[in-house]
Each structure stands twice: as C-alpha cells, then as structure tokens.
C-alpha cells in the first residue's frame, strides 16, 4: 500500500516529520518498506519566464530563447514548440540533476550556447509521456524551485501489510491506525451529494441472484457527465501511488479505492441492456472480454455482473470491454458492492488477473462502508463531470451483517503482555481504534469490533491490540517462567528410528518428497482403472496441476528423484523414504494414513574399482535388504509369494513379504513399461513395506543357544522337482520332519538344462545333523536322513538322483 505524506495529514492532525512516522508506522505493525522524497534534489528546477523566443540561426526545428530565472536572464536552446514568449516554464540550471541521474551541463547545441534546459513532464518524473515542456500557471514566482510553488514536494510510504490488514489498503485505514496511537480525531472528508432528477430506480434496477456470493450491492447513477483530463491534484495523487491517469470519471474510482480502501467499478449507463444490473454465476465455459482486451473463458464458480442480456463485469476483479468508460460516455452508473473474498480470490488465482480490486475484495472490505464510498464517488463524478446525481441510491442488502462482539479480560491482557495496564487504560486504547466497548463486570470488556477490522475474531486479537496501541516498546523485558520435560520417544518412533538406522547402515540414502503427486502419476505405474490407489485425496487449493493430489504410494515421487539424479550422472543409487501415504475410506470424511517403507535401487552392486566386482543390483540384493530388517524386528513365519502382485512388478521377477497370514509388502524388480515411462534405461528394483503391519508381525528377541560341544554331520540331496515347486516348500518340508537332531538345511544349487526335463528343475540340499549330548552315529544318521527323504518323496513327489 502506498501513502503519501500530505495526504495522511488531510485525515489526521499529525506533526511528526516523515522519518519519525515511518517509525511509528512500522512499530504499529504496518511496515515502512520504502520512503521516497518525492521533488528531493530538484531545488536547481526553478520557475522562469520566457522574455524571448527566436529561430535557431542553425537549425529549423530548434528555437533560441531568453529565459528569466528571476536573477538573471539565461540563453536557452529548446526543441519544443508548445510554449510562447511570456509563458513561465520549469528551467533546469546548470548543475540540476533530473530522474536517471541526467546531469545539466552548459552545452553548445549548433553553434549556440545553451545555460541549462526547459523541462516536461516527463523529464522531471511527474508523467509516463508528455507532449512538450511544462506550461506553469501565471502566479507562479519566478526562482521558486517547482516542486515547492506546485505543491508538489511530498514523502511516500510503501508500506509492506500483511494479509489480513486488510483494514490499511487506504490512506483513510492509515490515517486510523496513525490517530489511535496520537490520540487524535480522524477528519473523515465530508459527505454533501446533491441530488437533483428523476428518481433512481426509474433509470436503473439491481438483482442479487447469488447472495451468498455477494451480500450487498449498491449504486449511483450520474447523467450528463462530461469526459475530461482530471485535475492536476487528482492526477498528482495518482501517479505517486503509481496509478496512471485516464480521465476524470474513471480517476474518481481509483482515487476513492485509494482513499477508503473500497474498489469501485463506473458502468457507462448507455451499454447496459435496459439498465439492469444483475449479480450471478456465469455460464459453464461462457467467454468473456475483460477490460485488458483478453478473453476469458468462465466457470460456474465465477461471479460476474450482468445486464439484460450479458456479462458486463467479472465481479471484484476487472470490468468487461462491452460496457467501460469511453470517450462519448454522459451517463454514468456507479456500483459499490461487497464480494465473497474467497470466490474472488479462487477466480482471480484461476484466470491468472490480479487487480487493485482483487488484492481487497479477496482480504475482506468493509461491508458497512462501501455507500460511504459510492457517496464520495459520486459527489466527486458531479463536480468533476458536470453530471447531476439522480435521486436515492440501489441499496440490496438481504441479509445485514452485524458487527461481532467478543470478550476480553484484563487479567488475561496483562498476563499475556507482561504489562500492567488498568480496565481505563484498555478502555481508552479500544475507544482510539474506534470500537465500542463496556465492561459487564469489573475488568471484562465486551468489544464490539467495526466491520472493517475483518482481521479480529477472538480474545487473543485484541490482545494484540492493546499491545500495539500500547506500545512494543513499553512492553517489559521478562524472562518466561517454563518448565523443561524430557519426553522419551515412542516405541513407534524408536522403531521408526531403529529401520531407518538399519537402512542407512546397509548404504541407503533417505529422502524426503512431497506429498502431493500428479493425476497422471497412476498412468505411468500402471495402476489400472478400478484401482483403489487411484482415488486420491484433491487439494482445494494445489501448487500446480502437478501437484494437486495427495499420494497413495511412494513410488511416483522416488521414481521422480531417480530420474532426477540420473540426470545429474549419479547411475548407482539406493534411496527410500519413510513417511505416510493417505488412502480415502469410502464414508470417511479423512483418509487413512499409513506409514510406509519404500526404497528403490538400480546401477551397480558395488563402487566402480579394479577389484569390486562386476555386475548390478539384483533381486537378491534386495531380498538381503528384506531379511536383514525381519530378522532386526524378530519378524517370524515369513514367506514369500509371486502371484497377486502390483501391476507395476515385473511378472516372475519380484514376490510378497507373508507373515503368517498378514501380506507385510513387496519387492522386486519393476514392469519395463514403468521404467520406459520414466526413461530409466537400467533396471530398477522396488520395495515397499506397510510399516504398521511390520511393527505388529515383529516377536521378542530369542535366547541365546550355547554351541554343542559335539560335531554335526552334514548330508546333501540332489533331487529332481516339479518347476512350479518353490524352494521355500522344499526347506519348510525338511523343517517339518520332527527330530531334535535336524539343526538345518539349506539350499546349495539349482539347476535347469541339459539332460533335465522342460518341466523340471535339479535342486540340491544340504541337511546338517547333530546334537547338544553326544556324537551321532552314522547309524543314526543315517535313520534321520532317511526320514527325510522320505517326508520329501511323499509330499513333494521329489524324484532323487
């Protein structure tokens, strides 16, 4: 928000110097983040008359003039031709500096000597273009520096407001904030429309057909108005707040915006179809042509203003070309009218427009004031324009807003504070702000807030209040009274922690990605139509198209990071992320959000190097990974699975983690078509593992086994198998032979070729036998081994060579 010196002191009665106010502007909480003296340095650009003004001996289109500064008369060369002799002009002397550091410099132009310059507009940074130079009004003393005889020497403030200031996006809310801490009076400007004509609603007729998107609506009509340049204090104040003028009907709006904060819109009375106004919901896909000649296309969340026939506005953002201020406007309609914030703020960030209105209407304004407003415009349009102001104003207003009225306790104020104030001190500092205040009881005030404080709704905002009135300065320097506690974490987070140290110490990296994802993400991991996965979570209010659905799966946002690090030439990589995906629950309101293990790895097995081996990371890798964390967690019972598997598994290459009956996850390598989707070349391995289920399946640690003292005897069987037999069935067979002096077995080879049926595969145990109490027998080992191969011919049908 801009504001400029003079014309806070028009409001309040305020005799700091600038400095001193940007002070007290910034310890209210409305940070000065620039102040500018405007006419600062220019003292050199005087006021002079022009005694004198003759043809350039040397050159057409320059002119050789005699210029009185006041003290003397100098030899100017000027290549204007707006002036005359006997017009006073803005004469920059030799040594003025003007805006972008352009220098004056005594200067022979064709042959003449030049002993400085005659200014426009432009040149002294008072307009965007400007025909020729200045023209000073006649009154003007000669030698006075410019911008003091114009009145135009001035400080702006830029002030830096936090969103729900809204209250401050004027000079007025300013000028409020400035008198509370003086304890002064605001001089809000007088209010005297004259009314003369027919009777509004005879011209012009209002119609909310959203109320819940516009609660109130009024407007003014002006006939006989008359376009013309604004006047020169009209305009000045523009441009320091860094508005351009148009002409005098379309200034009064953006002055008023400036002046109470409230955005108005001026309708040329003429283009609206039968002189209706009506407030609805555009058309599903209806086009429109906003004021900057674009066309939007429009959603049936966006509130426009109509007419008879057509959209005439996009409402609170920009007016349509169809109906705005031309050069042969005479009737004017004015509107002021109070907008949903959050439906302007969702179409403005939609359409990609934001305006000076937008930038209000969508913090919150002031529902009570906006007729003060459309007064002061239209008092304003009539003396400007010429135009008489018809009878009464539009006023639809279904539903009146009451101002709020909340509770504050002075023991609460001081606690919070550190301050000691009494119940008149608060009293008097909520009178400044302008609210009404009473105490029920001694010490609790009941604060009725003004409708434009939108910003305040609970105890703790008046508190702020009163320290921000009182002073943060004043406020004590005490040190807080806390007690420390030493929470130990959860057992949950001690896992957390205890996996996630496991995994960093087998050469996994974490990382941490966003939770949201793309649409598109479930495409490209093949996850089918009628997936639940799919179904994620919408954000009302996403980054980008890209990120607007909350993830379902780890997977998309690790596959991104590979992707991303193999673009920086990093082609080993072991990542996983622990953190939570959220899946809907058809009926629930939020989404289950469960902790997930997923970890991705491709590239080689080991460091490049002379003598690491060769060859890349394989399923096994992975299973390695798998075990080490089931056997940290006790995690008994496990098998493994490969049918039902993802979609996004590569089929015979990758398998479910089973405990018992409870599926943990997955692992394996992925389809060729997810890594063809992301361009990765090389193949990648994925595991994922439900966190919560994993914690669940885990066991208590087992006792410690003292080693027998005893030597044990190791037998081998090769066998011929069926090759849908899986050796997880062959291993839990030998296990299920009942004999305390079976101490295990393990798998040596497997082997499938020549000499070795299509159907078949060779695989080769080996049994390791042995007891705590004596040496077996080869007897009774024998007998053992016996049972054994028997267990394994009668229920696996095993053939053994």
Known sequence: ??????????????????????????????????????????????????????????????????????????????????????????????????????????????????????????????????????????????????????????????????????????????????????????????????????????????????????????????????????????????????????????????????????????????????????????????????????????????????????????????????????????????????????????????????????????????????????????????????????????????????PRTISARLEKINAITGLSLSAAEVEDIFQRLEFTVSQTSPGVFQVTVPLFRVDLEREIDLVEEVVRLHGFENVPTTMPNAAIYSHLPSEGQQLLSLVKNLLVGQGLSEVINYSFVAPSSCDRILLPQDDFRRCGVKLLNPLSDELSVMRTTLLPGLLETVVKNISFRTLNQRIFEMRRIYIPTEGEELPQEPIYLAALFTGSRDLEGWNQAKGGIDFYDVKGVVENILDELHVGGVSYASDELDPYFHPGKACRIVAGRTQLGSFGELHPSVQENYGIEAPVYYLEINFEKLVKARGEMGTAQVPSRFPSTFRDIAMLVPDVTAAAEIVACVKGVKAPELEGVEIFDVYKGANIAADQKSIAIRVRYGSKERTLTDEEVSELHARVLAALQKKLNVTIR
């Open 1 to 402: 928000m801009i504001v400029t010196y003079n014309w806070l002191k028009e409001f309040v009665d305020c005799d700091l110097p600038p400095q001193e106010l940007s002070h007290l502007l910034t310890m209210l909480g409305l940070e000065v983040d620039r102040m500018e003296v405007l006419g600062a340095g220019m003292d050199d650009v005087v006021v002079a008359l022009v005694e004198e003004r003759a043809q350039h001996p040397n050159a057409d289109k320059l002119s050789l003039c005699k210029v009185n500064n006041g003290k003397e008369v100098l030899s100017i060369v000027c290549g204007a031709q707006n002036f005359k002799t006997g017009d006073k002009v803005a004469l920059a002397q030799i040594g003025a500096t003007l805006p972008g550091d352009f220098k004056i410099k005594r200067s022979k132009i064709r042959g003449e000597e030049s002993f400085g310059m005659l200014c426009s507009e432009k040149e002294l940074g008072l307009a965007a273009e400007s025909a020729g130079i200045m023209i000073l009004p006649e009154n003007l003393t000669l030698g006075t520096p410019v911008f003091d005889a114009l009145g135009l020497k001035d400080t702006i403030f830029e002030i830096g407001l936090t969103p729900n200031r809204a209250d401050c996006l004027s000079v007025i809310g300013v000028a409020r904030e400035v008198a509370a801490k003086l304890g002064k009076k605001v001089h809000y400007p007088g209010l005297e429309v004259h009314e003369s004509g027919a009777p509004i609603e005879t011209v012009a007729s209002v119609t909310i057909d959203a109320p819940e998107l516009c609660p109130r609506y009024t407007a003014r009509y002006i006939g006989g108005c008359q376009l013309a340049p604004s006047p020169a204090w009209l305009s000045d104040r523009l441009r320091a707040a860094g508005i351009r003028s148009i002409n005098n009907i379309v200034d009064v709006t953006n002055y008023v915006l400036l002046e109470y904060g409230h955005p108005l819109h001026a309708f040329d009375y003429r283009l609206l179809s039968g002189g209706k106004i009506i407030v609805a919901a555009a058309g599903e896909g209806e086009r429109f042509h906003t004021l900057d000649g674009q066309e939007r296309v429009l959603t049936s969340a966006d509130l426009t203003i109509r007419d008879a026939e057509k959209g005439v506005a996009l409402a609170g953002i920009m007016g349509g070309g169809n109906s705005e201020i031309g050069d042969n406007t005479t009737d004017v309609l004015l509107e002021s009218a109070y907008f949903n914030p959050s439906a302007i703020r969702k179409t403005s960030k939609r359409l990609g427009i934001h305006t000076e209105s937008s930038h209000r209407f969508e913090r919150g304004t002031d529902v009570a004031g906006l007729t003060r407003a459309l007064d002061r415009a239209a008092q304003l349009v009539a003396e400007l324009s010429g135009g008489s102001v018809a009878k009464g104003t539009i006023d639809v207003y279904p539903q009146p807003v009451e």
